[in-house]
T-cell receptor, first 114, second 115 residues
């Protein structure tokens, strides 16, 4: 596709369930970022992938959060045993590289934990 | 640690007028990038303008320009001839050029454009 694609657009789930969010970056983009945006807040960095290098996981808030990316393709963000404070919009961005290329964002997944 | 501060939670501007959004940051790095992103209600973040710290000249993109004051660590965004479509959340962001590619975002300024 022409842009970054995220799915689902919206996800409602019960507390304690696991959720998986998907990000399909722009083809050829080696860098991929995940952010969390709570209501009325700025973007909170979660994790960064650059090519085949080890990801920067320094923003993951707890061990319930994990993310994977195979090569330069799709990434999935998994949240286990969801809590109400996990409710937020999860944004994915990709860039042609992590150096000078600007980030291109997807529309995000709005996650609501009941 | 690097931080980005946007002290104006909300701003209003009359259509066709000019508005300036403030951003300050803190870093010990000498080289870095600064960005302004726009987030309309549709949620998608859109890059408005980018400034490289080693460049003295202020970046401009059509009606959007920045006032980059490196010594003061200030990076304000000026929107000229404001249009209804400019209404959105605006986020200032910082990223060093080396060491880490992690972006640091401010908390945003909501811009309202009045007809």
């Amino acid at each position: 596709g022409a842009g970054v694609s995220q799915s689902p657009s919206n996800k409602v789930t019960e507390k304690g369930k696991d959720v998986e969010l998907r990000c399909d970056p722009i083809s050829g983009h080696t860098a991929l970022y995940w952010y969390r945006q709570r209501l009325g807040q700025g973007l909170e960095f979660l994790i960064y992938f650059q090519g085949n290098s080890a990801p920067d996981k320094s923003g993951l808030p707890s061990d319930r959060f994990s993310a994977e990316r195979t090569g330069e393709s799709v990434s999935t963000l998994t949240i286990q045993r969801t809590q109400q404070e996990d409710s937020a919009v999860y944004l994915c961005a990709s860039s042609v590289d992590g150096l000078v290329g600007p980030q291109h964002f997807g529309d995000g997944t709005r996650l609501s934990i009941l | 640690a690097q931080t980005v501060t946007q002290s104006q939670p909300e701003m209003s501007v009359q259509e066709a007028e000019t508005v300036t959004l403030s951003c300050t940051y803190d870093t010990s790095e000498s080289d870095y990038y600064l960005f302004w992103y726009k987030q309309p209600p549709s949620r998608q973040m859109i890059l408005v303008i980018r400034q490289e710290a080693y460049k003295q000249q202020n970046a401009t993109e059509n009606r959007f320009s920045v006032n980059f004051q490196k010594a003061a660590k200030s990076f304000s965004l000026k929107i000229s001839d404001s249009q209804l479509g400019d209404a959105a959340m605006y986020f200032c962001a910082y990223r060093p050029t080396s060491g880490t590619y992690k972006y640091i975002f401010g908390t945003g300024t909501r811009l309202k454009v009045l007809a």
